[in-house]
């Protein structure tokens, strides 16, 4: 399934961009690939999809936040902007739309951190203070998906390197050592 994300700022525009296939490749795999362990408590769609949701909440938390200042100074309206950006993404899992969900909150973030520029509430060299810790979230979301997706093919090929290494079923374990030493 395809979805268009319709993005305002440019900002998030190059986020998206720049993240977005590795992000998908990678929920995809802790989806379908590591999905056949979902019987484990500490899953990697379970966790990443917690970790998505605690970045959710704090955005929309900083999205109340301004929506409060704009609403104390009377700015009813955030800037338009001549050239919102379309793009098309692949959703091959519901990681995916929550990574989508993100980067649209941000995108609406920056555009009421526009709207306090263009009224004079803040400085344009404050944008970028209160936007890094937005950009280290994405950022330390898109490492711990991939983490999780090298850590678990590493385990899968010490496992099957293991299962190699293990006599077979009524095949003496002496003569299986001995097979590993030589070809070793």
Same mark, same amino acid.
Not at 81 to 101: A, F, G, R
Not at 139 to 165: G, P, Y
């Given at each position: 399934?395809?979805?268009?994300?319709?993005?305002?700022?440019?900002?998030?525009?190059?986020?998206?961009?720049?993240?977005?296939?590795?992000?998908?490749?990678?929920?995809?795999?802790?989806?379908?690939?590591?999905?056949?362990?979902?019987?484990?408590?500490?899953? #990697?769609?379970?966790?990443?999809?917690?970790?998505?949701?605690?970045?959710?909440?704090?955005?929309?938390?900083?999205?109340?936040?301004?929506?409060?200042?704009?609403?104390?100074?009377?700015?009813?309206?955030? #800037?338009?902007?001549?050239?919102?950006?379309?793009?098309?993404?692949?959703?091959?899992? #519901?990681?995916?739309?929550?990574?989508?969900?993100?980067?649209?909150?941000?995108?609406?973030?920056?555009?009421?951190?526009?709207?306090?520029?263009?009224?004079?509430?803040?400085?344009?060299?404050?944008?970028?203070?209160?936007?890094? #810790?937005?950009?280290?979230?994405?950022?330390?979301?898109?490492?711990?998906?991939?983490?999780?997706?090298?850590?678990?093919?590493?385990?899968?090929?010490?496992?099957?390197?293991?299962?190699?290494?293990?006599?077979?079923?009524?095949?003496?374990?002496?003569?299986?050592?001995?097979?590993?030493?030589?070809?070793?």
């Amino acid at each position: 399934m395809r979805r268009k994300v319709v993005l305002k700022t440019d900002v998030a525009y190059r986020t998206i961009l720049t993240s977005k296939d590795v992000f998908c490749q990678c929920a995809y795999e802790i989806t379908y690939l590591l999905g056949k362990k979902s019987g484990k408590r500490n899953h #990697p769609h379970g966790r990443v999809m917690n970790y998505m949701q605690r970045i959710i909440n704090k955005l929309m938390e900083n999205q109340t936040q301004m929506d409060q200042i704009l609403a104390e100074n009377a700015i009813d309206s955030l #800037p338009e902007y001549t050239d919102p950006k379309e793009i098309e993404i692949s959703v091959t899992s #519901p990681l995916v739309n929550s990574y989508i969900q993100i980067v649209q909150l941000i995108d609406g973030l920056v555009q009421r951190l526009d709207a306090m520029w263009l009224s004079n509430l803040i400085y344009r060299s404050e944008i970028s203070k209160i936007t890094e #810790p937005w950009w280290n979230d994405i950022l330390r979301l898109k490492r711990f998906v991939v983490l999780i997706v090298r850590k678990s093919s590493q385990q899968k090929n010490t496992a099957e390197n293991l299962k190699d290494r293990l006599p077979a079923a009524g095949e003496p374990a002496e003569e299986r050592e001995d097979a590993a030493c030589a070809t070793a």
